[in-house]
């Protein structure tokens, strides 16, 4: 792999980083699927259409056919659900990123750079502290590029969070990420971040278990 720094955010970063965290956001729609296809309610929903449709119509092959339209038919669902939480930051944070990280107090963005290219992002923002009454430091929008994963740049950025709420006072970092976002909440456990709160962001995401992590990590105090 090239050699890679970690540098501040700069404006001629923001198409590739928008389009870095839509990519990143994006790739979890498979595994969503997968999630969403392993519940026991969606597997007995299959089962009893496939039966209604063998029963009602008196022939399997028709049963199969609706089955396999269904399946079709949650893909795009699925796919739309992940596309929306793309919009959502596209929109918040990620609209104006020199504003909302680089000129808000205590608020930062940091780009990896590789063979001139941008290939990992991180940002850090003040929030309500997940346990105690008063802020913490929130790390938010972490994602590698797939082909500078594995080499450690993940956490590279999380240190890089961490001496920042640090070095600004904050006793505590929070972050959320999700459900199907298996390495991240490997990657968060392994810098010693611990799972403190569960939540589905609305009945759809209830109805298929799919839930934000909020994750937290107490910093040592300062002498
Ligand atoms: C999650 C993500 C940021 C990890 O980036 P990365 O640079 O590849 O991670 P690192 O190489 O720094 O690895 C750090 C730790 O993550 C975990 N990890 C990384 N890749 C892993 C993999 N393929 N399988 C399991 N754990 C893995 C390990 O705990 C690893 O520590 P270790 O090397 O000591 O075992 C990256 O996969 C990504 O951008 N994913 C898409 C976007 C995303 O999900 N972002 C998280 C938002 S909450």
Known sequence: MAPYRIRLYRDEDYDAVRSLFARGIMEHAPAMYRHVLC???VQLGL?????AVCAMAGSWLLALAAVVLVLAAMWPV????????VTEALVADLQDIDSYYMRAPDSCFWVVEAGGAVVAMVGAAPTQDLERPGPAMELKRLSVSREHRGHGISRALCGEVLRFARARGYGAVVLYTSTVQLVAQRLYESQGFRKVLERSPSLFSRLICFHLIHYRLQLPSHP
């Open 39 to 41: 519940l026991t309610r």
């Open 47 to 51: 089962l009893s259409l496939f039966w």
């Open 78 to 85: 699925i796919h739309s659900f992940s596309k929306s939480f």
